[in-house]
């Protein structure tokens, strides 16, 4: 009875419709549709499973979407959009064309901000609370903040302004110790302390000018909304501290809160993961991982960071085995880069591991901390390229543009898993400029790790085939998808294939062969063309005067939605029928 009644809830004004004696066993209910919902596909599972109560309680209480919700991390927030209107949706959810896993502006009125990037809900929750109150509205913000996310050095600044003000913000901190892989840092510490000596331990939220109240459980849905109930009499800057389980209510879940962080498919009544597919072959994080913790028994300058990513990065066994010389430091990516960059002025040679779109959030010193003073960091750029069901949050496009144009950063991108361990082995030899290496999610062709490492030659692309009328230029793990479609083109005698590898330095003796031997050159990248590899050859050509017809492949100027990466692939072109199609296109104009 009550499970028919509870299904028919898809939005608050429903849900507010129930008496309070009934939420617990809604917020159960919820719990459950999160479960098979998730069991099916692809999601952030354990996240919001912990947030459950917490999501009820905030519908039921505020007047949703007048008074603003903000998820910081926005995996937080599947049980919210189940109660705003897509619950069905999530049949299809981060596949092409359903919804988002992240908070979506455009694809809901109660998405208020898209939080695909951590630390940002306190600084957008604030300068809405402060538009509100110029604009005379009156209505609660609200950021709901992951104990890891606040330690993020954004939250921090926004903390800090928010003290300052009466803007109408509160601020709910999710106390799971958790982040993908377990809080780290002081401020985690702290909130150890404050949860076992509450009473006597200053209060470094009262000390920003923060009222603060808590911690309290946040799985108590009847405590949850009499706090919340007060909550709402009361105006200005303030904290709760709630105290919730990553994975509540699954039981594996709640032991392995790392693995069922995004497990994919599952078994809803036990938890136990499905069979992964026959994978004999292995992740590029884990090609990398492991032959960084080669090299470091080997090199002893070898330090590896991670902002908050060690388990993704493939950095958890060099962890364990290397502790101090493998640091995760929290969701702190421009903190990552300047400690790399302190580490490198002492002749240490720190690998940088970051994902592509988390780079971005340091940019700055990535420009003035590091390129600017010349200092030897390697940026790993994980997760280059898309990156499938995540989306435009998370796709690595930009890199390859926004390296290209800082002064004395050397790039370059590998075709494969050896091409990678073998720049690695390069790189940890000596470098004479910050370099990146980028490369993507997923699987390499390799069912077993080889270490016979190879010195690369610098600045050098190679020839992987040899044709007599069209180049093809490729750079990084494409280079495969292009060596497929050309042994499916009729006309493959009339194609040759370039790896380009480096971005900088570029290739000029190689890129002068191409210019002066060939009709026609088509170049393909994974990032975006505006300012890419193709820009960049665009700018050789002009300068040295070439004619030649030149095409570029890459992502357009545009934002690329979520979905299995082959569907986003084939969008774009980069299918090898599509690819077929364009050379044959291109060996058609050229030969007319």
């Known amino acids: 009875?009550?499970?028919?009644?509870?299904?028919?809830?898809?939005?608050?004004?429903?849900?507010?419709?129930?008496?309070?004696?009934?939420?617990?066993?809604?917020?159960?209910?919820?719990?459950?549709?999160?479960?098979?919902?998730?069991?099916?596909?692809?999601?952030?599972?354990?996240?919001?499973?912990?947030?459950?109560?917490?999501?009820?309680?905030?519908?039921?209480?505020?007047?949703?979407?007048?008074?603003?919700?903000?998820?910081?991390?926005?995996?937080?927030?599947?049980?919210?959009?189940?109660?705003?209107?897509?619950?069905?949706?999530?049949?299809?959810?981060?596949?092409?064309?359903?919804?988002?896993?992240?908070?979506?502006?455009?694809?809901?009125?109660?998405?208020?901000?898209?939080?695909?990037?951590?630390?940002?809900?306190?600084?957008?929750?604030?300068?809405?609370?402060?538009?509100?109150?110029?604009?005379?509205?009156?209505?609660?913000?609200?950021?709901?903040?992951?104990?890891?996310?606040?330690?993020?050095?954004?939250?921090?600044?926004?903390l800090n302004h928010l003290g300052t003000t009466q803007a109408n913000v509160l601020v709910i901190l999710n106390d799971n110790t958790m982040g993908i892989d377990p809080s780290v840092g002081a401020l985690k510490n702290y909130f150890e302390t404050v949860k076992k000596e509450t009473s006597t331990v200053p209060n470094f939220f009262k000390a920003l000018n923060l009222d603060y109240s808590g911690p309290i459980d946040g799985h108590?849905?009847?405590?949850?909304?009499?706090?919340?109930?007060h909550q709402k009499k009361v105006s200005g800057p303030r904290i709760l501290h709630l105290i919730t389980k990553k994975g509540k209510?699954?039981?594996?879940?709640?032991?392995?809160?790392?693995?069922?962080?995004?497990?994919?498919?599952?078994?809803?009544?036990?938890?136990?993961?499905?069979?992964?597919?026959?994978?004999?072959?292995?992740?590029?994080?884990?090609?990398?991982?492991?032959?960084?913790?080669?090299?470091?028994?080997?090199?002893?300058?070898?330090?590896?960071?991670?902002?908050?990513?060690?388990?993704?990065?493939?950095?958890?066994?060099?962890?364990?085995?290397?502790?101090e010389r493998c640091i995760d430091v929290g969701i702190a990516e421009q903190h990552a880069v300047t400690l790399a960059a302190g580490m490198a002025t002492q002749g240490m040679l720190p690998f940088c591991v970051i994902y592509s779109t988390f780079l971005q959030r340091a940019y700055d010193q990535v420009i003035h901390d590091v390129a600017l003073q010349n200092l030897s960091v390697v940026f790993c750029v994980d997760r280059a390229g898309l990156v499938g069901h995540d989306g435009s949050t998370h796709h690595g496009v930009f890199d390859l543009s926004f390296l290209r144009c800082i002064p004395n950063m050397d790039i370059v991108s590998p075709s494969d898993a050896e091409e990678l361990q073998n720049l690695m082995f390069t790189a940890q030899q000596g470098i004479k400029h910050p370099l990146a290496i980028r490369y993507p999610r997923g699987y390499t062709s390799k069912t077993k790790e080889v270490y016979d490492f190879k010195t690369i030659p610098w600045g050098k692309g190679r020839l992987l085939k040899k044709g007599t009328t069209i180049a093809i230029l490729s750079l990084g793990t494409l280079a495969t998808i292009i060596e497929d479609a050309i042994?499916?083109?009729?006309?493959?005698?009339?194609?040759?294939?370039?790896?380009?590898?480096?971005?900088?330095?570029?290739?000029?003796?190689?890129?002068?062969?191409?210019?002066?031997?060939?009709?026609?050159?088509?170049?393909?990248?994974?990032?975006?063309?505006?300012?890419?590899?193709?820009?960049?050859?665009?700018?050789?050509a002009a300068q040295e005067n070439y004619t030649l017809s030149i095409q570029l492949e890459g992502i357009p100027d545009t934002f690329i939605d979520h979905g299995k990466t082959e569907s986003l692939h084939k969008e774009l072109g980069w299918d090898i029928s599509s690819i077929v199609e364009k050379i044959s296109l291109l060996l058609n104009k050229t030969e007319g």
């Open 1 to 158: 009875m009550l499970e028919n009644r509870f299904s028919s809830v898809s939005y608050p004004e429903e849900l507010r419709k129930l008496s309070q004696v009934e939420l617990p066993d809604f917020a159960g209910w919820l719990r459950k549709e999160i479960i098979h919902a998730l069991s099916e596909g692809e999601g952030h599972l354990g996240s919001s499973l912990g947030t459950v109560e917490l999501t009820v309680a905030l519908h039921y209480c505020f007047n949703t979407p007048n008074d603003i919700l903000i998820w910081d991390v926005g995996h937080q927030a599947y049980g919210h959009k189940m109660l705003t209107g897509r619950k069905s949706a999530f049949k299809e959810l981060r596949q092409k064309g359903g919804i988002s896993g992240f908070p979506n502006r455009e694809e809901s009125l109660f998405d208020s901000f898209g939080t695909g990037h951590a630390g940002t809900s306190i600084s957008a929750a604030l300068g809405m609370a402060l538009s509100s109150k110029l604009k005379g509205d009156n209505k609660q913000h609200i950021a709901i903040i992951g104990d890891a996310s606040i330690a993020n050095g954004m939250a921090f600044e926004a």
């Open 249 to 323: 209510g699954l039981l594996p879940a709640e032991d392995e809160q790392t693995k069922y962080h995004a497990p994919g498919k599952f078994d809803p009544m036990t938890g136990k993961l499905n069979a992964l597919q026959s994978h004999q072959k292995i992740k590029f994080q884990e090609v990398f991982g492991n032959t960084l913790l080669k090299l470091a028994k080997k090199n002893k300058n070898i330090i590896a960071i991670t902002p908050a990513m060690p388990t993704g990065s493939g950095l958890v066994k060099m962890m364990k085995e290397m502790p």
């Open 487 to 540: 042994k499916n083109s009729t006309n493959s005698d009339a194609f040759s294939h370039y790896d380009l590898r480096f971005v900088k330095p570029l290739d000029t003796q190689m890129l002068h062969v191409i210019c002066k031997t060939y009709k026609a050159l088509i170049i393909f990248e994974d990032g975006v063309k505006a300012g890419g590899v193709g820009s960049a050859i665009l700018e050789f």
């Open 220 to 229: 108590n849905i009847h405590s949850l909304i009499k706090t919340f109930e």
